[in-house]
């Protein structure tokens, strides 16, 4: 079983956001003022477009980039339930982590269970469980870079096995902000939560009043 963190503080540290801003803990940044390593991860791979939130980062003090997909009530199949989420969380994950056995590259997969963004539910708008992450981490190394070909294998699995409900066909395909409001014209609270998901969680002053103001906006556009 691929290991599960109940709190990521301390052993994951993020260096973007997932729309690409850079910072180094509550700094912004600019691409030159990068580690030599997470700088050519950020010009070599990084995108927002991959149907995965991508982001340069560190785990236990080493470098790299992950892509992250999480799983919450707009991800659920059947039972939203957290239970259900975070089982669906570890069979994607278990999979990944089998199908990329085969290759010789440093990489871990990991759940974070309740790690993620607050999330929303409908029957019940006062629940803010957090959602559960699947957490693919490459570790980056100055000497021996990340496998560009080994590192499109893994996006393109996550881009067809991360999600199974039809709902999010689009947004694995790499259908972002821009589209999202044409795509989800009626659901405003799904751009909110995307918004906000660009965020660093250190920049998020009141996670709440942010996500009913994005929410008031879209509305009246």
């Keep these: ?131 559960t992450e699947l957490v693919l981490f490459f570790y980056a190394d100055p000497t021996d870079h990340i496998d560009k070909k080994v590192y499109s294998e893994a996006v393109d699995w996550l881009s067809k096995n991360a999600y199974y409900s039809c709902c999010h066909d689009r947004r694995r395909k790499g259908i972002f902000m821009k589209d999202l409001k044409k795509h989800f014209r009626d659901d405003a609270e799904k751009i909110a939560d995307f918004t906000l998901r660009c965020i660093p969680t250190s920049r998020r002053k009141s996670t709440m009043t942010q996500r009913m103001r994005f929410i008031r906006i879209i509305w009246h556009r």
């Design 1 to 131: 079983m691929v290991p599960v963190y109940d709190d990521l503080n301390g052993i994951f540290a993020y260096w973007s956001n997932a729309c690409g801003d850079l910072f180094n803990l509550d700094k912004d940044i600019t691409k030159d003022e990068l580690p030599e390593v997470l700088r050519w991860c950020y010009e070599e791979l990084w995108s927002d477009a991959d149907g995965s939130y991508c982001y340069l980062a560190e785990k236990n003090c080493r470098y790299g980039i992950a892509l992250i997909n999480e799983y919450h009530e707009y991800t659920a199949e059947g039972d939203p339930g957290e239970q259900n989420n975070f089982d669906r969380a570890v069979s994607v994950a278990s999979d990944l982590d089998a199908y990329l056995a085969k290759y010789d590259a440093p990489y871990e997969v990991f759940i974070g269970k309740q790690t993620g963004f607050p999330g929303h539910c409908k029957e019940d708008p006062a629940n803010q469980d957090q959602a």
